[in-house]
């Protein structure tokens, strides 16, 4: 688990503000900073590719697409940040959010069963 993750889980519990609920949200800021990791390792490499088809013509330089997914990935990270130091009451509302939705899950699995 990254650093950072872990550095956050440990101040929410200090602060008691963890939540069971909060393992879905880390879990996906984990993968999120993974993948921010291995987007710079590729821009790091090249951040313009020459995609010329033809060797007569002039390069044709295209901006590497690792780029596009480093900033996509930072996005859903800072989000994801917000939503778990975000206050007590906006807490509550996510939560039922998530009961909500756990809910509708249950429904459609009975009705899928049946």
Do not use: G
Not at 54 to 66: E, G, R, T, V, W
Request: net charge positive; with cysteine.
């Amino acid at each position: 688990m990254n650093k950072l993750v872990q550095d956050l889980i440990d101040s929410m519990k200090e602060k008691d503000q963890w939540q069971e609920s909060d393992t879905i949200l880390i879990d996906e800021l984990n993968f999120n900073l993974t993948m921010m990791e291995k987007c710079k390792e590729e821009m790091k490499k090249t951040l313009v590719k020459n995609i010329t088809r033809s060797a007569n013509k002039a390069p044709y330089l295209h901006k590497n697409h690792f780029v596009n997914m480093y900033h996509e990935f930072l996005s859903n990270s800072l989000r994801l940040i917000s939503l778990l130091n975000s206050n007590p009451r906006d807490r509550q509302k996510m939560k039922v959010e998530l009961k909500k939705s756990q809910n509708a899950i249950e429904i459609l699995q009975k009705e899928y069963e049946n």
